[in-house]
């Protein structure tokens, strides 16, 4: 059971948009501490994608863009293209366990 | 460009203890603005923090673990270790060294990740 909870998959058509929701609490994100978002592609390891809850580092696509409100956030991708499938991580701080928390992980399926 | 390779047995037998190192290149561990973790990827499943430590030596550890693991680093070797004691196959998964960029708390380099297996 992940500290950070998101939906275990999304799929969109291309072209389309979609959004993947990372809910935590009152101990991590709804304490003030940025959310951040990771692009995980078929056996390679994750890299950063969002960052600050709504800043991408340099070489993302502006296609993606992330959101924060209280306890939750939110990344967005639009146009979504067939290289956009992956599965998506969220992560914060958690002031609780004195450590780093995920989500549990949203595969998006590209239709 | 900085650079982080874990390495270690991918094959650790139940009971055991779990040791990799990951080597930093192409940037100094002791560099203030970072922290040094661990984290794993059972197959099919997603991320979980294992632990972090900063060039000083100060630890934190995820506390579902905490009993069971010690991360230690070593400036001269750029380099940071993890051991994870009494595995079982529940700590058969990907593990990722990675750098923690301390200003933002995130994850912003790791490793390409190695496959332990506990199995006899």
């Known amino acids: 059971q992940s500290v950070l909870t998101q939906p275990p998959s999304v799929s969109g058509a291309p072209g389309q948009r979609v959004t993947i929701s990372c809910t935590g609490g009152n101990s991590n994100i709804g304490a003030g501490y940025d959310v951040h978002w990771y692009q995980q592609l078929p056996g390679t390891a994750p890299k950063l994608l969002i960052y600050g809850n709504n800043n991408r580092p340099s070489g993302v696509p502006d296609r993606f863009s992330g959101s924060k409100s209280g306890t939750s956030a939110s990344l967005a991708i639009t146009g979504l293209q067939a290289e956009d499938e992956a599965d998506y991580y969220c992560q914060s701080y958690d002031s609780s366990l004195s450590g780093w928390v995920f989500g549990g992980g949203t595969k998006l399926t590209v239709l | 460009q900085l650079q982080l390779q874990e390495s270690g047995p991918g094959l650790v037998k139940p009971s055991e203890t779990l040791s990799l190192t990951c080597t930093v290149s192409g940037g100094s561990i002791s560099s203030s603005s970072y922290y040094w973790g661990w984290i794993r990827q059972p197959p099919g499943k997603g991320l979980e923090w294992i632990g972090s430590?900063?060039?000083?030596?100060?630890?934190n550890y995820n506390p579902s673990l905490k009993s069971r693991v010690t991360i230690s680093v070593d400036t001269t070797k750029n380099q940071f270790s993890l051991k994870l004691s009494s595995v079982t196959a529940a700590d058969t998964a990907v593990y990722y060294c990675?750098?923690?960029?301390?200003?933002?708390?995130?994850?912003?380099?790791w490793g390409q990740g190695t496959l332990v297996t506990v199995s006899s």
């Open positions: 430590i900063y060039y000083s030596g100060s630890t």
């Open positions: 990675a750098r923690i960029w301390f200003g933002e708390l995130l994850f912003d380099s």
